[in-house]
């Protein structure tokens, strides 16, 4: 008899066991699938902020150069229209990324305001300068981003 009651115990040892294991496996796999999920996101964040800030870098440019020009009156409203709509697109971007990777805060920041400074242009070549200050705020956020981001970290 008493080897049954230990094979019987064995057994449900065993199943106790598998079953504590199999528990745990499967927390460990959706945690896992969390954390992808939220790295996916945070990545769509960067990438739509990225993209609506040259969006609107492009349109400022195109907007200044023409008021540098002394161009018609149509162009510029049109220039001014679209640069409305690209500063307008960049906030939902800016927002969903200062929630989901505040560490990136900062520098996109900085990206945007060297953006917003194309309009305090005077001259072409302060417009150009401005242009170039954009831009490599804008290279300092990716680059902020792909360190935060390193799947190696």
Same mark, same amino acid.
């Given at each position: ?48 902020? /990225?993209? =609506?800030?040259? #969006?609107? @870098?492009? *349109?400022?440019?195109?907007? %200044?150069r023409? +008021? $540098? ?42 990206? /945007?305001? =060297?953006?917003? #400074?194309? @309009?305090? *242009?005077?001259?072409?070549? %302060?417009?150009? +300068? $401005? ?10 956020f ?12």
């Open positions: 008899m008493w080897p049954s009651i230990i094979a019987v115990l064995g057994t449900l040892a065993g199943a106790l066991t598998a079953g504590m294991l199999q528990q745990r496996t499967a927390r460990t796999a959706r945690a896992e699938q969390r954390a992808d999920a939220h790295r996916q996101d945070q990545l769509g964040a960067v990438t739509e902020f /990225a993209a =609506a800030l040259d #969006a609107h @870098r492009s *349109a400022m440019f195109h907007r %200044e023409l +008021a $540098l020009t002394d161009a018609g009156a149509e162009q510029q409203l049109e220039a001014q229209t679209n640069s409305h709509d690209t500063r307008t697109a960049i906030t939902a971007p800016h927002v969903r990324l200062q929630v989901l990777v505040p560490e990136l805060a900062v520098p996109a920041q900085r990206a /945007a305001d =060297a953006t917003y #400074a194309l @309009r305090t *242009a005077t001259t072409r070549a %302060e417009l150009d +300068a $401005l242009r170039r200050t954009a831009k490599e705020a804008a290279a300092a990716v680059a902020a981003a792909a360190a935060r981001m390193d799947p190696g970290r």
